[in-house]
Structure formats: structure tokens, C-alpha cells
């Protein structure tokens, strides 16, 4: 799994601060967590549930939500491959998980079936806590659920459908991963599950990145633009020179000494405020401009 950020971590922590004491909703988070992070382990007449995770933050909201349904559970503390994991465990009879819905009866897997909408963000929320990661903005839009290939997530794809998220979903070693790359929908889906905190930021981010766009746009259509100065100047400049070495202004009508002088005068000037300067229309200066290159261009060709 792709290394959890800081960011990951505060949006995981803006959900953390949902309180919820609603059986149904508790029961739709537990349901979320189980799916992403948990093993169903039948026996005869039991059902023993596990739930592994590697944040003590998320381990206990597991056992606080497990708590208000009144599950006893057990919480062990493991490492696998040097890493430092938080493991709860559950027995429970095979007759109270069923009435309690959490796990479907025909395959003992979760099937989540929502209520309300408020059922529909808890389970989320449940499974962003679980496995969800979601990249710094700065870096990038890119938010994912992670899955065992083994879970039952074809209703997660319709529930999502449902709520306007239009997630995508590929294979990877052991995972079903469904994704989000587009940030309007990554935006409002962390609005949707809670993290109103983790929201702002992707705002804030948003508006900079879209102000610094804007900028550079800006700085490159003035470059152009100076640079479409410069070239005519020098263009015009050739043409100039070489009519006065040559004693051909001698004879040019007064409007076209005048922009001789005032082009020499103001090299870096665009047409615009040339134009100002003697109080006559851009289209005007063009055309005296363009007049002045053609002269130099017919003097040459007599030559």
C-alpha cells in the first residue's frame, strides 16, 4: 500500500472526530471497517471477527463503536514484517451477528445495505478509516478504498453510483482498488464523509494552484507580447535607419517623421501607447509603421 502522508492522516483524523451513537449508523460504520480491514473466521455455532489495523487512533474507535453495539473483544498487539500492528478480536455467537445484520446469512460476508444516507456516510467513513488513502493536493488528486480480493464490494459500486461518485477500480496483487483521481469529485467526497477540515485545505490548495496558473498564464502572454514589441521595433528600426543613411526622410509628410522620431524615441513602447502619445488611434500607427518598412522595401528594390 502507497506510504500514508500527512494528509492521509489529518483527513483520517477529521473523520475520527465524528461522533456517532446511532445503532444503525454505528452499526454501518463497523460494517465499513470490517470490510476493508477485518476477517470473518467461522466455526460450529460462532463467528470470530478481526480487526487489524496499524493506527492506535483507528484501533480505538473500533473498540468504542464495538462497545456501543455491546460486543466483549479482545485487543492483542503484533508486528508483521517489522511493522507494529493493533488486532482486535471478537467471539460471537452465530445467531447475534445475523440479527444484528452486520454480515449477510446466505455467505456470512458483508453486504451492505444502506437505510438512510446517514448510514451511507458511516459505512464510508468506516472504510476510509480502514484502508483509504488520500494524497497531499500538493502533490497530486489521487484518493483510494482497498480491499481483499476475496470481499464482496459489487454493492459499494452502486451506492457510490448512487451518490454521484464515479470512482474507478483496478486489480493489484491481493486488492480490489477502487479510486478517485479527479479533484472536484475527491473534493466533495471528503465533504461528503465529514472531513470538512481536509476539504478547506484541498480548497485553499486549490485556489493557489489556480491563481499561480493564472500568473504564469498572465507573465507568458506578456512575454509574447513584449517579445511581438520587440520584434516590430527592430524591424521598423531597420527600416528607419536605413531611410535616414540613406537621406530618403527628407521628403516623408510631417505625420511620418513624427512617428520616426517617436519610435526611436520610445523603443519599448507597444502600439497602444505609442499611439496615445500623439492622440491617434492604434490602427493609425500601425498602418505609419507598416508604410515606413514598405518604403524601405520599395527603395531597396529600385536600387
Known sequence: MEKLDNFTQKVKRDLLKIEINKPDEVLSEIQGLLLSIGKIIITKDKIKLNFTHSSPEVARRTIKLLKIVGFKKSLNFIEKKGKKYFEIELNILLKDILR????????????????????IKSFLRGVFLGSGLVRDPKKGYYLEFRFQTESSISEIFEILKVIHFDFKERYRKRYTILYLQDRESIKEFLLFLGASGSYIQILENTIIKDMKNKL??????????????????????????????????????????ETIDLRMKYPYLSLNELAKKIGVSKSCINHRLRRIIKLKERFMNEE
Do not use: Q
Open 100 to 119: 444484528l445484520n452486520i454480515v449477510d446469512e446466505e455467505d456470512l460476508k458483508v453486504h451492505f445495505k444502506p437505510k438512510n444516507e446517514e448510514c
Open 216 to 257: 504564469t498564464k498572465n507573465v507568458n502572454l506578456e512575454m509574447k507580447n513584449l517579445k511581438k514589441t520587440i520584434n516590430s521595433f527592430l524591424k521598423t528600426k531597420d527600416a528607419i535607419i536605413y531611410l535616414k543613411k540613406n537621406g530618403l526622410t527628407k521628403n516623408l509628410s510631417s505625420s511620418l517623421k
